[in-house]
């Protein structure tokens, strides 16, 4: 039995037809995880769909009521980049259900997979990039209403900048922090917004970090707390330094009650929407890595998957079914330290 919770339905499956998103990858994570006993049965629990009133706490009323009602434009499905239907609708609700259930026991637990989610194109009153509704964000909003959070992290592993998350959350000005070191990539702490922002008392404080490919998908990135801009090509180890930097020069800032992270499997070499070169080894690495700084300072941590479109979809789970493992090593690592 692992030590943490795996959320997951089989109606997480994105009923979009012939795409390039592998919308049955979710079903074939689950069956691996059993196959190869790295899970049971009993580590997974079925999330509830979000309710109208729990999207609206990141997206606007109007365009939640065209998703409801199917009334979208044409350009607005076209942004989207997957076909609008009501099953389609029904589905995203659910996912974001399995955010704000994973949140609530990474809370409990410490960690917890929402094996599904992180859909962090989506804007609030519009979708994007296979994205149409902020899982992650209405998982924190929600907590946040509950008075269980207040201060929380996004880690964004995944290939393509984390627009989305970067727009509902823009980064707040944390005044005299040091500014990571730069060399051939460009990272810097950001702070758009920060008058604005720092205004909004009662607000959830969320610190953003976004490791992406520089040259990719979307073209305006709105900035992050942090943003490290990869050139294409990226390898193992440097990635893994940049994210070791990332991480502890936000966790010299900020002080999380939740680390969000976003564990994309795009990143990978044989990616057909990524060009960065990370391998199945280095992804792990990668996970080990997230879930060891958290773990380490008692953060709790949240997990979810974002993208991942290699040539062979197996390729995909195993990457995905990789960060259940790598969270089960560091966890008894740590036990095993006291
Ligand atoms: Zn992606």
Not at 264 to 290: C, F, H, M, N, W
Request: glycine residues 8%; charged residues 20%; hydrophobic residues 40%.
């Amino acid at each position: 039995m692992l030590p943490f919770k795996l959320v997951y339905s089989d109606d997480y499956y994105l009923p979009i037809g012939a795409h390039v998103f592998p919308a049955e990858k979710y079903r074939m994570i689950r069956r691996r995880l059993l196959a190869e006993n790295i899970a049971e049965p009993s580590d997974f629990v079925t999330p509830a769909a979000a309710s109208d009133e729990e999207i609206l706490l990141v997206h606007t009323p109007e365009y939640v009521h065209k998703l409801k009602t199917g009334t979208l434009s044409s350009f607005e499905e076209m942004q989207m980049e997957i076909p609008y239907s009501a099953e389609l609708v029904k589905a995203f609700w659910l996912s974001a259900g399995g955010s704000i259930l994973a949140s609530r026991l990474a809370l409990q637990d410490g960690l917890a997979v929402n094996i599904g989610g992180g859909f962090h194109h989506a804007f609030p009153d519009h979708g994007e990039g296979f994205c149409m509704i902020h899982d992650v964000a209405v998982g924190v909003k929600c907590l946040h209403r509950e008075g269980k959070l207040r201060r929380a992290m996004t880690v964004d592993c995944d290939v393509h900048d984390g627009n989305g998350t970067a727009a509902i959350f823009p980064p707040r000005s944390r005044a005299g922090q040091p500014l990571p070191s730069a060399g051939a990539v460009q990272t810097g702490l950001r702070s758009a917004h920060a008058q604005l922002r720092d205004s909004s008392a009662g607000e959830v404080d969320v610190f953003t970090i976004s490791l992406h490919q520089a040259n990719n998908y979307p073209v305006y990135k709105p900035p992050s707390s942090i943003d490290v801009n990869l050139p294409d090509g990226t390898e193992d180890e440097p990635y893994l330094g940049w994210l070791e930097q990332a991480l502890s020069s936000a966790l010299r800032q900020f002080e999380p009650e939740l680390i969000c992270y976003i564990a994309g499997a795009d990143p990978y070499e044989e990616d057909q929407l990524g060009g960065l070169a990370l391998t199945i080894d280095g992804l792990k690495k990668r996970d080990e890595s997230v879930v060891h700084v958290a773990r380490s300072r008692n953060i709790p941590v949240m997990i979810t998957y974002a993208g991942g479109y290699a040539h062979h979809v197996q390729d995909t789970v195993t990457i995905h079914c990789n960060t259940v493992i790598a969270a089960k090593e560091v966890l008894s690592r740590h036990t095993g330290n006291g």
